[in-house]
């Protein structure tokens, strides 16, 4: 099967195709065969125009993508509005299923680390998105994603294992003391990977189903910050 993952949910983004089979219930058979990075700011220009070449370029149209794996959150609002609004026509077009992954939760992924952990990746403005996993436990899912300030995140990751792709973030992590893991940037062959396995396991979403999750704060606590 090919599966054409996007991330538009930063400043760049990229665009990666991938062929992915099951072997057996224990043996997948996944190569990524190649990543195209997608320069900020011109997102809308580039992505369609992008995934037409670079499909060409491997002897494939859009008629042989089987899925589709893409960052839906947290990120920017035109980013990721974009990378989603090409998604949904594409497989409203092909019939095909689409697999919504956290970037977040694809940083714990790449980190491959279990325990008690939280991703952080920065969100402008002196805030941090931020999810917190207990892997195996909580079988890769997050018991929360949220913003905080730079501050807030300092507090509230003592005692957990940070892991980010942001080397602003992972360099004042250390300084505090925290226990940290720092990434290589994220880029759409991890979102692949993920994407794959959750295609495995049926965590699937139709077009009208994919929605953007831009994690921002509340109006309370929009006021609250304000306040104090």
Same mark, same amino acid.
């Given at each position: 099967?090919?599966?054409?993952? !996007?991330?538009?949910?930063?400043?760049?983004?990229? !665009?990666?195709?991938?062929?992915?089979?099951?072997?057996?219930?224990?043996?997948?058979?996944?190569?990524?065969?190649?990543? #195209?990075?997608?320069?900020?700011? %011109?997102? &809308?220009?580039?992505?369609?125009?992008?995934?037409?070449?670079?499909?060409?370029?491997?002897?494939?149209?859009?008629?042989?993508?089987?899925?589709?794996?893409?960052?839906?959150?947290?990120?920017?609002?035109?980013?990721?509005?974009?990378?989603?609004?090409? #998604?949904?026509?594409?497989?409203?077009?092909?019939?095909?299923?689409?697999?919504? #992954?956290?970037?977040?939760?694809?940083?714990?992924? &790449?980190?491959?680390?279990?325990?008690?952990?939280?991703?952080? #990746?920065?969100?402008?403005? &002196?805030?941090?998105?931020?999810?917190?996993?207990?892997?195996?436990?909580?079988?890769?899912?997050?018991?929360?994603?949220?913003?905080?300030?730079?501050?807030?995140?300092? &507090?509230?990751?003592?005692?957990?294992?940070?892991?980010?792709?942001?080397?602003?973030?992972?360099?004042?992590?250390?300084?505090?003391?925290?226990?940290?893991? %720092?990434?290589?940037? !994220?880029?759409?062959?991890?979102?692949? +990977?993920?994407?794959?396995?959750?295609?495995?396991?049926?965590?699937?979403?139709?077009?009208?189903?994919?929605?953007?999750?831009?994690?921002?704060?509340?109006?309370?606590? %929009?006021?609250? +910050?304000?306040?104090?």
């Amino acid at each position: 099967m090919i599966l054409l993952a !996007i991330d538009t949910s930063g400043k760049q983004g990229s !665009i990666a195709v991938a062929r992915a089979e099951r072997r057996s219930t224990q043996d997948d058979d996944f190569e990524v065969i190649e990543i #195209v990075p997608l320069m900020g700011g %011109t997102f &809308s220009a580039q992505l369609v125009p992008q995934i037409s070449e670079l499909l060409s370029k491997h002897g494939l149209t859009r008629h042989d993508i089987g899925a589709f794996a893409v960052v839906s959150g947290p990120g920017s609002f035109t980013g990721l509005r974009i990378g989603l609004a090409v #998604v949904k026509a594409l497989a409203e077009v092909l019939n095909k299923p689409i697999a919504a #992954v956290s970037l977040l939760e694809v940083c714990v992924f &790449s980190s491959g680390r279990e325990g008690k952990i939280m991703a952080a #990746v920065d969100a402008g403005r &002196s805030d941090v998105y931020v999810g917190k996993y207990e892997i195996p436990g909580g079988a890769g899912r997050a018991l929360r994603e949220h913003m905080l300030s730079r501050s807030e995140f300092l &507090s509230q990751a003592k005692g957990w294992l940070v892991v980010t792709p942001d080397a602003a973030l992972a360099d004042a992590a250390r300084a505090a003391g925290l226990s940290m893991a %720092t990434l290589l940037p !994220i880029s759409a062959a991890a979102v692949a +990977r993920l994407g794959w396995q959750k295609i495995q396991s049926g965590e699937t979403v139709s077009p009208e189903q994919l929605e953007a999750n831009y994690i921002r704060r509340t109006d309370a606590e %929009t006021l609250e +910050r304000i306040g104090s």
